[in-house]
């Protein structure tokens, strides 16, 4: 019995030390956002035109739960559920519809992805849907910047202090492949990039590159194209190729060797090897200049982004990657300050030019900070795109989609932001938009916007 007794301890001890070495950490993280927006001329089914839909109101929230599962220093994966409403809007849950939870897929997983160091290195592989961003330093989001959730493999290396690399492969559109369903070829869309990041005293520079194929798809039995999904790649027309190269190759930085000062640059080429309408080729520059004080940081920046000539079949203005990024020049025409009210929903710059004037983290109250800007944009694609019936026109003439170098808007943004508790901050947004449209060569009238959003962000 005490032989027996030894043994079942023994074997408990075993299981014991087994349990152990496979036990994870799991910690909790995330950020809850409610939001009363009040908008007029922005909703509705003509919007920024004179007939438009009078002010509107909308109540909305989203929670976005991260879960990072930690096996060791070298092994963690992380899972980010997102309570939104997938019948409405992808982003975000509107209240008063069908409900968080209620029929559909408002509930899902936004990240899931695996973190782990290859043995004996500093080197970090990760697997799976993440967030990926190309290097911008000038605005947010303004080369491709965060291409939202995509699913792929990066590979991040730290060469010394100064350098690091990073390469990865994409995947942001494929047809579904499984038993019994029918599979088309060249349906797909592969990315491959590399950046690197050189570090010193006082600056930063990362020259980056991606190249990829971009599947035209292929025509089905019943002679219906199938299409590898809206991706912002090629011109205004299909490409006979099989398949299509699609290039960037960027250099940004920044010097904050003269402090206070802060100087920004990015520049980007792009393009692809399609023939006809669908050949597209654009680039983008941006440069940025702030400096910062006690009580403000007074900022400079502005951007040009190619547009369409007036009698080329191509189209010239910069690829992006689906919507390319999440662009921050202004809060009603692009897409700063969201919080769950965006509005135009432009995401890129592709097509415009601007200059942007403000002052961001004033403060003269504890735990209360303001930011006021003012920004001039005008468009880049010649007027011919619309006017002359010989050229290739583009998918939406509206100027909200599709600027001209007649057209042209001013906006002015104010948010407040008040830090309630040390997790919870109250933000105030305050938005106008001028719009100067050339209504000589288009048939509508078009109107001022505004915007105004009160949000409680709940970060933990």
């Known amino acids: 019995m005490k032989k027996f007794l030894t043994l079942l301890l023994a074997a408990g001890m075993v299981f014991s030390a087994a349990n152990g070495a496979s036990a994870v950490d799991i910690k909790v993280s995330g950020a809850w956002l409610t939001s009363f927006s009040f908008t007029d001329s922005l909703y509705g089914s003509a919007p920024l035109r ?28 992380r899972i980010q559920l997102q309570a939104a409403n997938g019948t ?3 982003a975000y849950y509107t209240w008063g519809t069908s409900g968080v939870g209620g029929a559909g897929n408002e509930v899902t997983a936004r990240l899931a992805y695996l973190d782990w160091m290859i043995p004996t290195t500093d080197v970090l592989v990760r697997m799976g849907r993440q967030v990926v961003s190309m290097p911008s330093y000038t605005f947010s989001g303004s080369m491709l910047g965060d291409t939202g959730t995509v699913d792929g493999v990066v590979v991040n290396a730290p060469i010394n202090e100064m350098v690091g690399v990073t390469v990865g492969w994409l995947r942001p559109s494929a047809e579904l492949n499984r038993w019994g369903a029918p599979h088309y070829a060249h349906t797909s869309v592969d990315l491959a990039f590399l950046s690197v990041d050189l570090a010193g005293d006082g600056f930063k520079i990362s020259p980056w590159g991606m190249i990829g194929l971009h599947g035209n798809g292929s025509y089905d039995d019943d002679g219906n194209l199938v299409s590898p999904g809206s991706l912002d790649m090629m011109g205004f027309g299909s490409s006979s190729d099989a398949r299509t190269t699609v290039y960037w190759a960027g250099l940004g930085g920044e010097l904050s060797m003269f402090d206070p000062f802060r100087f920004t640059a990015d520049f980007l080429y792009s393009g692809n090897d399609a023939d006809g309408t669908a050949r597209r080729e654009g680039w983008y520059a941006a440069l940025g200049t702030e400096m910062k004080t006690r009580f403000a940081t007074p900022f400079l920046r502005g951007w040009y982004a190619s547009g369409d000539d007036a009698d080329s079949r191509k189209s010239g203005r910069m690829l992006n990657v689906g919507a390319g990024g999440e ?13 769950l009210a965006t509005t135009i929903d432009k995401k890129n710059p592709a097509g415009t030019w601007g200059i942007q004037a403000g002052v961001k ?21 010649n007027t011919n795109r619309i006017t002359d019936g010989t050229v290739s026109k583009p998918s939406s ?14 906006e002015i943004d104010f948010l407040s932001s008040y830090k309630l508790y040390q997790n919870l901050t109250a933000n105030l947004l305050l938005a106008y938009l001028i719009t100067d449209y050339d209504e000589s060569i288009r048939s509508e009238k078009f109107d001022n916007a505004f915007r105004s959003t009160l949000n409680f962000t709940y970060a933990f």
Do not use: C, K
């Not at 438009?52 to 109540?59: C, H, R």
């Not at 739960?65 to 963690?76: K, P, Q, R, V």
């Not at 662009?327 to 919080?339: E, K, L, V």
């Open 327 to 339: 662009f921050d020049a202004s809060a009603i025409y692009f897409h700063a300050n969201g919080m």
């Open 88 to 90: 409405n809007n992808p």
């Open 361 to 381: 983290n004033v403060s003269f109250v504890e735990d209360l900070t303001h930011r006021l800007s003012l920004t001039y944009i005008q468009g880049t694609n």
């Open 50 to 77: 004179e007939d438009s839909d009078d002010g509107a109101f909308n109540a909305a929230q989203r929670l976005r739960l991260n879960l990072d599962i930690t096996a060791g220093e070298s092994l963690s994966a």
């Open 397 to 410: 003439m509206s100027p909200v989609d599709y600027m001209t170098t007649a057209d042209s808007a001013w």
